[in-house]
Structures are given as C-alpha cells and as structure tokens.
C-alpha cells in the first residue's frame, strides 16, 4: 500500500526484471514491449504467504461542503508492489492506491466527492479493443464528440443517489476535460439515506471499465450505521476489509490483461489488498472482515483450511478449521447469522464479482496455528451443483500438495483449465498468535442480534417483469445480452417511483451471471429451475447483486424508492457488462417533475420518502431511529 508519486514507469520497470527466483523464459522473447505484452505465459513463480496483508487506511474528508465532508479523490498512475519478489508494477488507483482507501461515512449523511482525473496519463495502460462498443464516437448514440482513450467515471455501488451522481457508463471525463454524453457534475452528492452498507466504489467507463478497473480503479465504500456498533461486533483494527483481486503479471511486474477482448478473463495470481497471496498475522481472537470481490470476473467459493504440518497440538489432533459466520451480504445485516464451514449453513461461502460478504471468525481456539483461505469455485463459474464436484475435487487432493508454486493454473485437470482459465485455490493465509494483546469483548457470532428490518416484500409487488440471460450465438465471440437487447437499445423498463416489482431473471446461458442493479437494495425471494426454491441462508438479506446460475430462474423483489431517472442494470462480469449485458431501467413518477436529475433536491427527495412510508417495506433503518434522523437531512 505504497503511495509513490505519478510516472509512467512501464518501460524502466522492465530493467529491474532480473530478479532472483524469477522465469526468465518469458522476458527473453523480445525486448518491444508491445510484443513482450502480447505474449504471455503466466504470471512469474511468487512465493506464497510471504508478502504481509496490507490494510486500506480509512480515508480523512478534505473538508466541508454545503455542509457536508467533502472529499477529493485523485484519480493516478502509481506505482505499486504487489509482492516483495515482483518489480514494482504501474497501477491507475484512487489516490494513486489500490485498493483505494476505505471512503467511509454515518447513516443518513451526506457526502460530497469529487474523482479528478486531470493528472492521467493520455495513454491507456492497456490496449483498447474497438470492437467493443463505447470506444468510439459511432458507437454513441446522439454524440459524435471525441472518445480519449483514457477516460473515467466512479460509481459508488449499492448506493441510493441520484442519477447525476450515480457514476454511470456514459458519464465519463477524460483528464484534458472531455466529457462523456451523459456526464452532468463532477462532484457526486451521496445521500447514504439507506440501510447500513459495505461496498466499494470503482470506475464504470464505457468500454473500458473492464480494463480501468483491472488497473486497480476501486476501493472499499461503508455506510456505518447507528446501531451497529453495539451489536459486540470487532472493530477498529480488528475490522478489516478483504479485496479479493485476481490478476496476472508479465515478468517485469507490469500487469498482463489480453490486448483482445475475451469473454471470461480471470487472473493466475490471487491478491488481497493489494498483496499476491499475502499472510495476515492475527491475535487468538474475533475478528470482523468485509470481504469484497471486485475481481474482473472470477468467482470464489471459500473455505477456511489447516495448512499442513501446523498441528503442534501436544495431543496430536489437527482441529477444525474454524468456521466463518456471515453476518451481511452489503446493505443491512443478514435475518440470521450464517455459518459457512464443515457442519455449518453452508459448505462455503460462495461470492461472484462485486458480491459482499461480512463475516466474522473466532480465532480464539486456534492460537499458534496457521489457516488457509481457500477458494473452492472453478473459473468460469457455472453455479452450485456443478461446483459440487469440483469441491470433491479438492478433497481428492488430500491438502495443498499440488498447490504450491505460484502456478495454480491447470494443475487441476479439470474443465476449464488451461492458461485461459487458471485456477487458484488458495488465496492467503492466517497466522494466529499465541497469545491475544487484550480482552475480546466482542459477542460470539452465534449470539449477535441482528437488527430487525423491513426489505423489499413480494406481496408488495405491483409489477412482475421476465429479464432473460442469454449468450448470443455467432460472430462475435462472448457477445451476452439481457433480454435480447444492447445498451444502445430503448429503454423499456419503466417502474414507478415508490413501486415494489418482482423480477423474474432466467439465465439460458452457460456460466453464472450476478447480476447488478444500481440505486436499489432488493430482496432473493426465489430460486432454482423455475424460481420456487427459497433464497441462499446467506442471501437473506438486502443486496445488489445477484447470482443466476446456468439454468436457474431468480426471482427479486425490488422496491424503487427514493430517486426518478434512469438506471442501468447489468452483469457484473465485467468483460459481459462491457459486452452488451448491460441495459438501463428509468425510474418515472407518475405526475412526472423532472425529478432524480442533478443535487439539491434532497427536499423532493425526503418528501417522497414520506409519501412511500405508509406501506412500510422499506424500513431503511437498522434500529428504528433512523427514519427520523433521515427525515433530519442527514445533519
Ligand atoms: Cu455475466
């Protein structure tokens, strides 16, 4: 988590690539860095939890704004060490970070923000596909401006904002001031009127957010509410966030991402906070993490594991693992506490891109042992019953004998394996100490309260709406579509402000599709072939993301509260979004004003709070004050 000011440090890195323990193979191909780029065998042999776990900093405002904190985040080139036998590599990071610092504000307060790009390089650190639509100035509709290569927009995901603020595609700016057709201000007012939230914030620029955010453009977004601090839940330095992040490295150090679009693009090399496979010392205690995933397109189904020859138990019995209790999958907290482990809820805790999951480990009995965080899902990820023989799998590998070097990729013999599909099967480890620096006193997990809420309800519903995934057979490999349609097409979804919908999403498709929608917190309320199953334990709570397996009929139920205007919706599979699985809904009122478009209208805002109380669905807070305090204007 180094901060090292901006320089286009690409060509000279590659001059520190002679170090030792590294492949030399692959650097001897050509000294053209275009070439060198083009050709890419995997990512050089690290060794594993070797490099410490680095922690985001909680990032302090720059100031006050119309009355609330304001913050500037710089948008830069920087250099960054992913791990200490790896030369230092050229990342684009929020504040010259990756991740970015924790952006963290109070339930119900606003926050201003402010992302500037203007000192970008104008060379994009990846090469810019133009088959993909949003590159060029034809592919816009009603814009014929210019399209830099290098371009940026922030969504903060999860959040209820209006759509100016929302960060969307068509929002971009370019360092030299270009803007984007549907950019409106620079500074991003966020009400955080919602449930409490862990999130993260990343770019969404049209046809490259794939690749700016594989250049490191995300970091960890919290909404804190007023209850949860008192709930025993592990804080401040035992609060720590997890950005599960997989990609790959040239030799040099510089990141590899195909100068061609691909469908499914997944990264050999895990990284959390920013370290390849890091280690994380921690005390025989509760700790708290908010495991995010903003990788492009892997999926992680973990598990936590023994690492062998750890078992210095006098008595010579290896103990359990020690299970992870879920507590949140992002907005509020989950109806029940989940426990993800041998004998718990779930076998493991499976998390698509931009998924979250908070959860809570006692680390309290297994002083002196280190344990494995171990990824049990295949890339590309298809769903539940498939991955269910892969998990056999696993077990069949009897521990992590074919697991060591830095190589996971094809060492599994399975499907989808290969260079174009590594697999990883570890991420990162945790060594416990043997003894604790003062009394936990914290709640155990399974005696939490979780605060009682009120989401998204079926009975509700005023409109049920069929959303279809599909993979669009022909010429253009990976082309994806919901229902049918481009994000050039008509807007068709139209719900009414302050109207609960069902939708029903069918994926005819070959791999698992989470899919997004900005603005709301919905509810699963059904699974399976034709949706009548019942939810995930863990997905009995407020989301934004969704996973639809191959096959599987998912039904939601979203309420559209607060804001009009339009929304996109899409899957976070970043190489799909970017590929046409992406489409917009516009939230309309009925005696339409022109609402939802542009700040200051946080009045309308809060007074259309009001008018959609009577039913009572939404209930946005954790602990019963928080309407009012809502209703307060966020002071
Ligand atoms: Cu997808």
């Given at each position: 988590?180094?901060?090292?000011?901006?320089?286009?440090?690409?060509?000279?890195?590659?001059?520190?690539?002679?170090?030792?323990?590294?492949?030399?193979?692959?650097?001897?191909?050509?000294?053209?860095?275009?070439?060198?780029?083009?050709?890419?065998?995997?990512?050089?042999?690290?060794?594993?939890?070797?490099?410490?776990?680095?922690?985001?900093?909680?990032?302090?405002?720059?100031?006050?704004?119309?009355?609330?904190?304001?913050?500037?985040?710089?948008?830069?080139?920087?250099?960054?060490?992913?791990?200490?036998?790896?030369?230092?590599?050229?990342?684009?990071?929020?504040?010259?970070?990756?991740?970015?610092?924790?952006?963290?504000?109070?339930?119900?307060?606003?926050?201003?923000?402010?992302?500037?790009?203007?000192?970008?390089?104008?060379?994009?650190?990846?090469?810019?596909?133009?088959?993909?639509?949003?590159?060029?100035?034809?592919?816009?509709?009603?814009?014929?401006?210019?399209?830099?290569?290098?371009?940026?927009?922030?969504?903060?995901?999860?959040?209820?904002?209006?759509?100016?603020?929302?960060?969307?595609?068509?929002?971009?700016?370019?360092?030299?001031?270009?803007?984007?057709?549907?950019?409106?201000?620079?500074?991003?007012?966020?009400?955080?009127?919602?449930?409490?939230?862990?999130?993260?914030?990343?770019?969404?620029?049209?046809?490259?957010?794939?690749?700016?955010?594989?250049?490191?453009?995300?970091?960890?977004?919290?909404?804190?509410?007023?209850?949860?601090?008192?709930?025993?839940?592990?804080?401040?330095?035992?609060?720590?966030?997890?950005?599960?992040?997989?990609?790959?490295?040239?030799?040099?150090?510089?990141?590899?991402?195909?100068?061609?679009?691909?469908?499914?693009?997944?990264?050999?090399?895990?990284?959390?906070?920013?370290?390849?496979?890091?280690?994380?010392?921690?005390?025989?205690?509760?700790?708290?993490?908010?495991?995010?995933?903003?990788?492009?397109?892997?999926?992680?189904?973990?598990?936590?594991?023994?690492?062998?020859?750890?078992?210095?138990?006098?008595?010579?019995?290896?103990?359990?693992?020690?299970?992870?209790?879920?507590?949140?999958?992002?907005?509020?907290?989950?109806?029940?506490?989940?426990?993800?482990?041998?004998?718990?809820?779930?076998?493991?805790?499976?998390?698509?891109?931009?998924?979250?999951?908070?959860?809570?480990?006692?680390?309290?009995?297994?002083?002196?042992?280190?344990?494995?965080?171990?990824?049990?899902?295949?890339?590309?990820?298809?769903?539940?019953?498939?991955?269910?023989?892969?998990?056999?799998?696993?077990?069949?590998m009897g521990g992590d004998g074919d697991m060591d070097g830095g190589m996971d990729g094809g060492m599994d013999g399975g499907h989808g394996s290969g260079a174009d599909h590594p697999q990883i099967h570890e991420l990162m480890q945790f060594e416990v100490a043997e003894e604790s620096s003062?009394?936990?006193?914290?709640?155990?997990?399974?005696?939490?309260?979780?605060?009682?809420?009120?989401?998204?309800?079926?009975?509700?519903?005023?409109?049920?709406?069929?959303?279809?995934?599909?993979?669009?057979?022909?010429?253009?490999?990976?082309?994806?579509?919901?229902?049918?349609?481009?994000?050039?097409?008509?807007?068709?979804?139209?719900?009414?402000?302050?109207?609960?919908?069902?939708?029903?999403?069918?994926?005819?498709?070959?791999?698992?599709?989470?899919?997004?929608?900005?603005?709301?917190?919905?509810?699963?309320?059904?699974?399976?072939?034709?949706?009548?199953?019942?939810?995930?334990?863990?997905?009995?709570?407020?989301?934004?993301?969704?996973?639809?397996?191959?096959?599987?009929?998912?039904?939601?139920?979203?309420?559209?509260?607060?804001?009009?205007?339009?929304?996109?919706?899409?899957?976070?599979?970043?190489?799909?979004?970017?590929?046409?699985?992406?489409?917009?809904?516009?939230?309309?009122?009925?005696?339409?004003?022109?609402?939802?478009?542009?700040?200051?209208?946080?009045?309308?805002?809060?007074?259309?709070?009001?008018?959609?109380?009577?039913?009572?669905?939404?209930?946005?807070?954790?602990?019963?004050?928080?309407?009012?305090?809502?209703?307060?204007?966020?002071?």
């Amino acid at each position: 988590m180094r901060r090292i000011s901006r320089r286009r440090l690409l060509e000279t890195s590659a001059a520190l690539g002679a170090t030792a323990g590294l492949p030399l193979a692959a650097a001897s191909e050509s000294d053209e860095a275009d070439e060198h780029h083009a050709s890419w065998d995997g990512s050089p042999a690290l060794e594993k939890f070797v490099a410490p776990l680095p922690i985001p900093e909680r990032r302090e405002a720059d100031g006050r704004q119309r009355g609330a904190p304001y913050h500037e985040v710089s948008v830069e080139e920087a250099t960054h060490s992913f791990h200490p036998d790896l030369p230092d590599t050229t990342i684009w990071g929020f504040d010259g970070q990756f991740p970015g610092p924790i952006i963290e504000n109070r339930q119900y307060r606003r926050l201003r923000i402010e992302f500037d790009n203007s000192g970008m390089p104008e060379e994009h650190l990846f090469e810019i596909d133009e088959a993909i639509k949003g590159t060029t100035s034809e592919n816009y509709v009603g814009y014929d401006g210019a399209v830099p290569d290098v371009r940026n927009v922030t969504h903060l995901h999860g959040l209820n904002a209006p759509t100016a603020s929302d960060g969307q595609a068509d929002m971009w700016t370019s360092p030299d001031g270009v803007t984007g057709p549907r950019f409106e201000q620079s500074v991003q007012e966020i009400p955080n009127r919602q449930a409490r939230l862990s999130s993260v914030y990343h770019d969404h620029a049209r046809g490259i957010s794939r690749l700016n955010n594989y250049a490191g453009l995300v970091g960890p977004y919290y909404i804190t509410g007023w209850r949860e601090e008192f709930m025993g839940l592990p804080e401040d330095e035992y609060d720590v966030p997890l950005v599960l992040a997989d990609r790959a490295f040239h030799d040099d150090g510089s990141l590899y991402y195909p100068d061609e679009f691909v469908a499914n693009f997944a990264g050999d090399v895990a990284t959390v906070n920013g370290a390849a496979w890091p280690t994380f010392e921690v005390e025989p205690r509760r700790y708290r993490f908010r495991i995010l995933n903003p990788s492009n397109g892997r999926t992680y189904g973990l598990k936590l594991g023994s690492a062998d020859g750890d078992h210095e138990d006098g008595d010579g019995h290896a103990g359990e693992p020690p299970s992870i209790y879920q507590i949140s999958a992002g907005h509020g907290f989950l109806e029940e506490v989940v426990e993800v482990g041998h004998g718990g809820d779930m076998e493991k805790l499976v998390i698509a891109p931009f998924e979250r999951a908070e959860v809570v480990v006692d680390f309290s009995d297994h002083a002196g042992e280190t344990l494995t965080l171990e990824n049990h899902a295949q890339f590309p990820y298809s769903g539940g019953s498939h991955d269910g023989g892969h998990d056999g799998g696993m077990g069949s590998m009897g521990g992590d004998g074919d697991m060591d070097g830095g190589m996971d990729g094809g060492m599994d013999g399975g499907h989808g394996s290969g260079a174009d599909h590594p697999q990883i099967h570890e991420l990162m480890q945790f060594e416990v100490a043997e003894e604790s620096s003062g009394q936990d006193r914290t709640r155990h997990p399974t005696d939490l309260r979780m605060p009682y809420r009120h989401t998204p309800n079926e009975r509700a519903a005023q409109e049920t709406r069929q959303i279809t995934m599909e993979m669009q057979m022909g010429s253009d490999p990976g082309l994806h579509t919901l229902n049918n349609k481009r994000w050039g097409d008509d807007v068709e979804i139209k719900p009414q402000l302050g109207s609960t919908e069902v939708w029903e999403i069918s994926n005819t498709s070959m791999h698992t599709h989470p899919l997004h929608l900005h603005l709301v917190e919905f509810t699963v309320i059904g699974r399976g072939p034709d949706g009548t199953e019942p939810p995930l334990p863990n997905e009995r709570g407020g989301k934004d993301v969704v996973r639809v397996d191959s096959g599987e009929t998912v039904r939601i139920a979203v309420k559209f509260g607060d804001f009009a205007g339009k929304y996109p919706f899409h899957c976070h599979i970043l190489e799909h979004e970017e590929h046409e699985m992406m489409r917009m809904f516009e939230v309309v009122n009925g005696n339409d004003r022109g609402r939802g478009r542009g700040h200051g209208r946080d009045d309308d805002a809060d007074d259309r709070g009001h008018r959609n109380d009577d039913d009572d669905e939404w209930g946005d807070d954790d602990d019963g004050r928080g309407r009012g305090r809502g209703n307060g204007r966020g002071r």
